[in-house]
């Protein structure tokens, strides 16, 4: 077989390490019933790291990170660490690793399992065979944009600064995912700014109908003011194909996708870089959904949000598609079965544990490896 691929695995906290665990059944599994062999490396981050380190990711660890060919990340945050300065919050350690690793373009796919119809929040009709792809630009914009911080103005009056920020190239860039990604499956995109109160999200709409004309003119594009965006994916999901927006909208929009689905612990994503000139590219791999202080340490959390991730390392950055697939059908074949975390428990089906829902899905990888 070829090498082996260096996996970085970051579970972080809260049920941040309660669903990697879960990842390391199913890398084993890999290992031993098809021979795709991983050398995985463990760091810190987060809470996790500050605890031991003071800083939510050290130098090492993202060096570390730039090595591997895919990074697993769990979540990171939580109440310990609410009240820290903002330049060492749990969540600085995450996007210091996008930032860092250019991970532009945030693949988030909200796909409806039959199983999982009735634990969506919407009728059955609306969600049933839904496949949206929620694409966010994650290095810039407001996360990012300078300048930034609170000012004192005057004693008892402060002012908060944010700023949203892109580039034409930023634009384009992710611009360019949303138009190859549609041309592989329905064939459409939308994409979502404020261009009616924002400078940025007028100059975001001009840049992508530009990009789409001057590169993808067989790819319909449809503008969409973000406040519409919303209630369209509530009112008709299926409308959508591929939903392109800035860093701040996508992570919203994503979140209201996962309801779609049933629960924020099915929603998968992938981060990933530019190809360099051999086509190796950064790629991290985590799931929407953060570390749940609320169910963490209580076995809980759902995995599948977390092991879906994996299945997209497998596709996008081991090109192993097949393999993916047969993850994502044996979380399909394991919601047949019944099995069910609290987060998507519904009439007659059956409450189990985070560590009972990786090993039945080992049991559907058994089955459908055979
Ligand atoms: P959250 O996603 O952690 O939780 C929101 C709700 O969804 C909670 O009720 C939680 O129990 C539930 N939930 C989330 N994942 C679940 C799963 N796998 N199984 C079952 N239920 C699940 O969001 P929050 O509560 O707003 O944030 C908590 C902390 O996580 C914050 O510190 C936040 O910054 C951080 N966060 C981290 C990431 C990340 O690391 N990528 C993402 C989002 C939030
Ligand atoms: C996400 C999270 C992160 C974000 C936080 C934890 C930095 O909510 O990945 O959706 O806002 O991007
Ligand atoms: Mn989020």
Do not use: C
Not at 19 to 25: A, G, L, N
Not at 81 to 101: A, C, I, N, T, Y
């Amino acid at each position: 077989m070829a090498s082996n691929k260096r996996l970085l695995v970051l579970p972080g906290d809260g049920i941040g390490p309660e669903v990697m665990t879960e990842v390391h059944r199913i890398i084993n599994w890999f290992d031993h019933r098809r021979a795709v062999g991983f050398d995985v490396s463990e760091g810190l981050v987060g809470g996790a790291s500050y605890d031991k380190h003071g800083t939510p990711v050290v130098d090492d660890v993202v060096d570390q990170a730039m090595q591997s060919d895919a990074v697993l990340f769990g979540a990171v945050g939580g109440p310990n660490w609410d009240g820290l300065d903002f330049s060492v919050k749990p969540e600085r350690g995450l996007l210091r690793l996008r930032k860092d690793m250019g991970l532009f373009a945030n693949l988030r796919p909200a796909v409806v399992f039959e199983g999982l119809i009735d634990a969506s929040s919407l009728k059955p009709d609306l969600v049933r065979g839904l496949d949206i792809m929620i694409l966010r630009e994650l290095t810039g914009g407001i996360y990012f944009g300078e300048p930034r911080g609170v000012e004192e103005i005057k004693p008892g009056e402060r002012r908060g600064i944010n700023t949203e920020v892109y580039t034409t190239s930023e634009v384009e860039r992710v611009g360019r995912v949303a138009f190859e990604l549609a041309g592989k499956r329905k064939g459409f995109v939308h994409s979502v700014e404020k261009a009616n109160v924002m400078e940025s999200g007028q100059m975001w709409r001009e840049d992508m109908q530009a990009l789409r004309d001057r590169e993808f003119p067989e790819i319909p594009i449809h503008h969409m003011y973000a406040d519409n965006a919303a209630m369209q994916l509530v009112r008709q999901p299926k409308q959508f194909d591929v939903l392109v927006t800035s860093n701040l909208f996508g992570d919203i929009l994503s979140d209201v996708a996962a309801m779609l689905t049933g629960s924020l612990g099915m929603l998968p994503s992938a981060s990933l870089g530019a190809s360099d000139a051999t086509g190796r590219r950064l790629a991290l791999y985590e799931p929407v959904h953060g570390s749940a202080p609320d169910i963490a340490g209580q076995g809980k959390a759902n995995p599948i949000a977390m092991l879906l991730s994996f299945a997209m390392a497998l596709r996008y950055s081991f090109d192993l598609p097949e393999d993916a697939e047969l993850v994502e059908k044996a979380v399909s074949k394991l919601l047949d079965t019944g099995l069910r975390t609290d987060d998507i428990m519904g009439n007659g089906m059956t409450r189990v544990s985070t560590s009972a829902m990786g090993e039945a899905l080992v049991t559907e990888l058994d089955k459908l490896a055979v």
